[in-house]
């Protein structure tokens, strides 16, 4: 007896209703050294900043929280432990 064809995976894939898009990058972001929320417009208007350590990883920060960030930033590069955040708060 001869078996069926089975489709490949790029024939399913064909075959399968497109699935919604996920929504874009919504997320809260927090003052890794304070915890403190921060909004959007604030990055843009310099009241936050965003920092990057060595291996390319930005990381949110208030603008009068920039020395404690950076000292944050600096032992996650020299350990290359995750980087200690302060809890969130709002």
Not at 11 to 28: F, N, S
Not at 80 to 88: E, K, L, N, W, Y
Request: with cysteine.
């Amino acid at each position: 007896m001869k078996r069926e064809k089975r489709l490949t995976k790029r024939e399913r894939k064909a075959l399968a209703p497109a699935r919604p898009a996920a929504p874009a990058h919504v997320h809260h972001i927090h003052c890794i050294a304070c915890g403190r929320h921060l909004e959007p417009e604030e990055l843009q208007t310099g009241e936050a900043v965003m920092l990057r350590c060595l291996h390319g990883s930005t990381f949110p920060s208030c603008s009068g929280c920039r020395a404690r960030s950076t000292e944050l930033l600096a032992e996650h590069d020299r350990t290359g432990q995750s980087v200690r955040t302060a809890s969130a708060w709002h």
